[in-house]
């Protein structure tokens, strides 16, 4: 997969018609990425030095433009400016650009003002509304979600605009959903809209929930009903991805929860919004990772919250694996005690790793099993409780320190195959999330990664082909 990244300044016609001609490419290469960086030009020359500074590199104007290499572990490689962009867009894809100078500077112009509103919003989050998208929003997990994410403790925003999709369901229960939020008269809530087609889905949209799955009647279904369910569902997120790509704002969250093909369903929104940074599509693993907490707790005869940054690897969905190497336990009644930030490894604790490895694997699957079997329906309130813990990461509302699992696409993390998404533990730190690298992928744990991609090839191409 090519991977640029464009850097210049936001009122530089060479870099509006670099940005197109890249968009140009991005429309006709599958495997063609590019980042942008649009500087304003008082911050330009700052920045470009600090930038060559710290690659080593030597160039002197906009716009800049660079090769990254993430698979293999490097920095970049330098390719220059618009000139040589042109160059290697010519010699190895066949594609060159004849904007006029006359569509250079009005794009230029429509650049400046565009990262003038960027900064200005930056610099006064309050002053805008934050945009968020629902969809699914008849599943019970959405009805859990949403009193909650109307609250200042989860994203940092004065007022919210807040927009609920759904295709099917009776049209007066979603009105009814639509009023019952307006009536709960909460101080962040500036709007709620109700959208049954896709005329105006994820327009402006700044962090989008993603709650529709595949509702399967296990047994009772055949393979063919069963085939048509996931072509209906990869359908409408390929969908979904184009729209993102034109409609929602650049720096959006899109977060995909549920309980079926939670990794190709993300991994179909990142491939078909081709503009958008993949860093910004996340898979939520986090209601498995406190699904097992939940186990840990229930052995060691502690809170839930008690224990902390267990990682799930893998198809979130399908294949994965609990993993207890960083995890950590608070206010253990053992013989060695201490005070309430004092923590014992749990694998310190639990000396049958042959448990570990079989019994604790086992139950963690079964815990949303045991749920809808006594409910009725899947475990909705820990699903909405996992999309909050990442959303307040994300917004920089949660511990910057703590570890998350997350499905996220991964350009050779931790030697996993490139393109697939897997759940691999994340921290946040002003908004963006890094892989936790301090973490050890054993023999065992290739194994199980290399038998989730596996799955995931076996059913990823099918799909996405379709």
Request: glycine residues 6%; charged residues 25%; proline residues 3%.
């Amino acid at each position: 997969m090519s991977k640029f990244v464009l850097a210049g300044k936001a009122d530089c016609p060479h870099y509006a018609k670099a940005e197109l001609l890249a968009d140009a490419l991005q429309g006709s290469l599958p495997n063609f990425r590019v980042h942008k960086v649009s500087i304003l030009p008082d911050a330009w020359k700052e920045w470009l030095e600090a930038t060559c500074r710290r690659n080593g590199w030597k160039h002197e104007r906009s716009p800049l433009v660079w090769r990254e290499l993430v698979e293999q572990g490097g920095n970049g490689i330098l390719l220059g400016g618009f000139s040589e962009f042109l160059e290697h867009c010519q010699d190895y894809y066949g594609i060159t650009s004849d904007m006029s100078t006359e569509m250079m500077l009005k794009i230029a112009a429509e650049n400046l003002e565009t990262q003038m509103s960027l900064v200005a919003e930056e610099l006064n989050p309050f002053s805008q509304p934050l945009n968020i998208w629902i969809t699914g929003v008849l599943s019970p997990t959405c009805h859990i979600l949403i009193p909650h994410l109307l609250s200042t403790e989860v994203v940092k925003a004065h007022v919210i605009n807040l927009h609920l999709l759904e295709f099917k369901g009776n049209e007066e229960e979603l009105q009814g959903l639509g009023q019952e939020t307006r009536n709960m008269a909460l101080g962040v809530l500036y709007q709620v809209t109700v959208d049954t087609n896709l005329e105006e889905a994820f327009k402006a949209a700044d962090v989008i929930i993603l709650l529709d799955d595949i509702n399967t009647d296990g047994e009772n279904e055949s393979d063919e009903e069963k085939n048509e369910r996931v072509k209906e569902i990869s359908e409408r997120y390929k969908e979904y991805g184009r729209l993102i790509d034109t409609r929602a704002h650049k720096h959006v969250k899109v977060i995909v929860s549920g309980d079926t093909f939670v990794n190709l369903r993300c991994s179909l929104l990142a491939d078909n919004a081709r503009s958008i940074d993949s860093h910004q599509f996340v898979a939520l693993a986090t209601q498995l990772e406190n699904e097992a907490r939940a186990v840990v707790a229930k052995e060691l005869k502690v809170r839930s919250s008690d224990v902390t940054e267990v990682i799930v690897w893998g198809n979130i969905s399908g294949i994965f694996y609990i993993d207890l190497q960083r995890a950590k336990v608070y206010n253990y009644n053992g013989p060695i005690k201490g005070p309430a930030f004092f923590s014992l490894p749990v694998l310190q604790i639990f000396q049958d790793r042959n448990w570990l490895e079989t019994d604790f694997q086992y139950l963690v699957r079964c815990q949303r099993a045991a749920v809808a079997s006594k409910t009725g329906r899947a475990g909705a309130a820990s699903a909405a409780n996992g999309i909050l813990r990442v959303l307040k990461a994300w917004h920089g509302a949660g511990d910057s320190d703590e570890v998350l699992s997350l499905g996220v696409l991964c350009p050779g993390l931790y030697n996993l195959q490139e393109g697939l998404v897997f759940s691999v533990p994340v921290t946040f730190k002003d908004g963006k999330w890094s892989e936790v690298f301090d973490v050890t992928v054993g023999d065992k744990l290739k194994e199980i990664l290399e038998l989730c991609a596996k799955e995931l090839q076996r059913v990823g191409p099918n799909v996405k082909e379709k």
